[in-house]
């Protein structure tokens, strides 16, 4: 019989509300697609706003809570409010607003586990927040599994239903293209600082057809992915504990110089990094899933 895999659990507790979050490894087989389940309850007296910095990461919520606003952004398209959803791809933050009770499972995908355990192009999700229910209509998954996942007795039921669910799906998925499958490895390893030149004479394809073929499966092209995965790097580095000079974070991450690397916060964040770090909650009251 095999060893039962281990949870971590945090909690917080205060005058303002209180938050639970349990998080587990998935199945081995599954391990490449996405790195963890992140289970999460959390109670707030106060309206609760948070901004979703851009990342690259397909981002699926599955939720037993009430609904999220989300407020609109430029060039993301997304439905005013929503309980469960899949965000795609996007060259831009999301702002989330609730007031009240949240709870549910957050998974975030590599855009080719995406592509295989929910079946369809990431073209068809990219710059978008689609709900739970058209994607599930659309691919053949259950509408009804957030109400499964809310009536399973704990954590721990509640991941294994997914893995059996994943297992499923992994075994039936579409398989990502060598080549696609390829580059996507090799800018994630980079933290997004190998070249498109570089990658399409890796392959052997002109950089035309490796972008098209790249965009469908991922969701977007190379460059846009590589700047997604150096701007997540420098998010890592500025959550970290030890500070760190802007300047050798732009050097570090592969940015041209600070002024790069502001441009491209303002525009993935939606403000510069000196605000994002002033705006990080320091008192442990934050509910941090993360990746």
């Not at 407020?71 to 060259?91: M, T």
């Amino acid at each position: 019989m095999g060893t039962a895999p281990t949870q971590t659990v945090l909690r917080h507790h205060s005058a303002l509300g209180s938050w639970e979050l349990v998080y587990r490894a998935p199945h081995p087989l599954l391990l490449g697609l996405f790195d963890r389940y992140s289970g999460y309850r959390e109670e707030s007296a106060v309206p609760v706003r948070r901004r979703e910095v851009a990342s690259g990461a397909i981002v699926l919520i599955i939720s037993f809570g009430d609904r999220l606003r989300l407020l609109p952004q430029p060039g993301v398209d997304a439905p005013a409010e929503a309980v469960s959803f899949v965000a795609g791809l996007h060259n831009g933050p999301a702002v989330t607003e609730y007031a009240g009770t949240q709870a549910g499972i957050q998974i975030n995908l590599t855009p080719l586990g995406a592509y295989t355990l929910l079946g369809l192009p990431m073209t068809e999700i990219t710059d978008r927040i689609v709900p739970f229910a058209d994607v599930a209509d659309c691919v053949g998954l259950h509408r009804d599994l957030p109400e499964r996942l809310a009536h399973a007795p704990t954590w721990d039921a509640r991941f294994a239903l997914l893995d059996d669910l994943w297992l499923r799906r992994l075994a039936e998925g579409p398989v990502p293209r060598p080549e696609v499958a390829a580059c996507w490895h090799a800018l994630r390893a980079s933290t997004g600082r190998v070249t498109v030149a570089e990658l399409a004479r890796r392959t052997g394809f002109s950089r035309r057809h490796l972008t098209a073929r790249f965009r469908e499966q991922v969701g977007l092209p190379p460059k846009a992915v590589a700047r997604l995965l150096r701007f997540e790097h420098a998010v890592r580095l500025l959550d970290a504990p030890a500070p760190i000079d802007l300047a050798d974070l732009a050097e570090r991450c592969g940015f041209y110089d600070q002024a790069h690397l502001n441009r491209d916060f303002r525009a993935l964040a939606g403000c510069t990094p000196t605000a994002y770090l002033a705006a990080r909650p320091t008192d442990g009251t934050a509910l941090g899933i993360g990746a």
